[in-house]
């Protein structure tokens, strides 16, 4: 399979159309929105889970890995999805969270009945000096560990306190996630999205971390037994079907492990997706703060992702938005006088890139950040808590709201937008959270009528990848490194180059590609923002401009 071929969509089910009528999006709507899929190009839809959970992390806390939760329908729809999906010839990737349980699994609860062979699939410890067994904090704020039960002791939690870690260094958790995996295989599922996989290598000892948050990381992340377990996992489930589409998400990795991660030998996995792209608004390394983005670092982590994975056979999955991040082009663009420029602009660079590009629902209509106001419109525990740590430490409510609106996950939860009818098409009752304002503006039944959308853009981008052994094959090389404003670079395969230039400006600034490319007389127009241009010595880019040129063998 040629995994530079393909492309994948994410589609959020909470978020993206309910049929149920109970403000939540469900499974008949990602059925029933098919033909889209189709009609934008992409081959596979990836969705996030939605199987049994008590929704504490909206799906990430998975009670019962077999069943449908209510709220998103049935085990007979998800079959009949299953089935409209394989017809059209479109596949399906789930999304295995297999770090940890809902503590409201099984497994937990006949653990805190005192059933041992259940204890022994969690890390559960007793505490140290009147205090937690070790100082490792939660990824969502606060101390790694909650109390189990009314015990002296405590279990492990990175993410929320209802999501219990596993303990993968018990068989009897592997061959559970295995047969958990398989039955899914089973039943015709091609692709799969495991979450936070790199962190389920913790070493037996769980011992103190010196305090610094990238030093405790690395007590947990990738360590040498995750690639051992992706080996199994490799073997024991997937590993049998060559058309099967694998994806590691990788907290805080690094390129060596990626590489390792996704190896042409497809011994692991065949991509992943990695972060550090997307840290470059933190301050000193802290997401919630307010701080304008590094477009240097920005274009510097993926020039080096791309060079280093490249470098070293690995594969990455390319993308700017999902449901855990902020809209990218209100992120890096300017939505409110570039909207399409900058969208456009965006979803290019990605897509020209070397890798399988992932769109997120709303992504390919441009929908950007919402506008609330107040608290109350938010509904993620990761921005909740963050809220009232920040009030914790005096910041006042005004300043902490700022700060959540800007990196709030909820940025990118808001309901699809469909069309200008009430609650933007997605529900006929009051959603669970609330609807961007602006979709009276951008929404799918507008830009579908309108030939020159985002929309077609984006299908045109899949297009050229289908069509274009350099995007899909090609190697990549950056250039204009020490360029402020523009990330280019250039692909080549078997004689013929491409070149992408993204200026993320609001500015017009000029190249000269004359210093650039070879004979720049022998290259063509392939795709822009701003439409056909002339090809001239000097080219000037004009706001959020992007330009993709070929020069064929
Ligand atoms: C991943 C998911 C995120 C979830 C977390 C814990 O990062 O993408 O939404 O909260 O894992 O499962």
Redesign the pocket.
Known sequence: MNLGKKVIYQAYPRSFKDTSGNGIGDLEGIRQKADYFKKLGVDMVWINPFFVSPQN?NG?DIADYYHVDPLFGTDEELDKLIETFDEKGLGLMFDM?LN?TSTSHEWFQKALDGDEYYQDFYYIRDGKDGSYPNNWTSKFGGPAWNKFGDTDKYYLCL?DKT?ADLNWHNKNVRKEVYKIVNYWIDKGIKGFRF??LNVIGKSKDLKDSSGNIDEEKKLYTDTRIVHEWIEELNKNTFGKDEDIITVG?M?STDVHNSALYSNPEGSELSMVFSFHHLKVDYKDGEKWTDASFDFKKLKGTLNYWQGEMQEHSGWNALFFNN??QTRANTRFGDVDKYHYQTSTMLAQTIHLMRGTPFIYQGEEIGMTDPDYDSIGDYRDVESLNAYDALLAKGMSEDDALKIIKLKSRDNSRTPMQWNDSSNAGFSEETPWIRVNDNYKEINVKKALADKNSIFYYYKKLIEHRKEENLISDGLYFPILEDDENILAFVREYEGNVLVNFSNFTGKSLEVDLENMVDSYQEYEYLLGNYGRVEINKKINLRPYECLALIKRF
């Open positions: 992390d990430y969270v940890h993410y999501q979450d936070v998400e907290s449901h855990d």
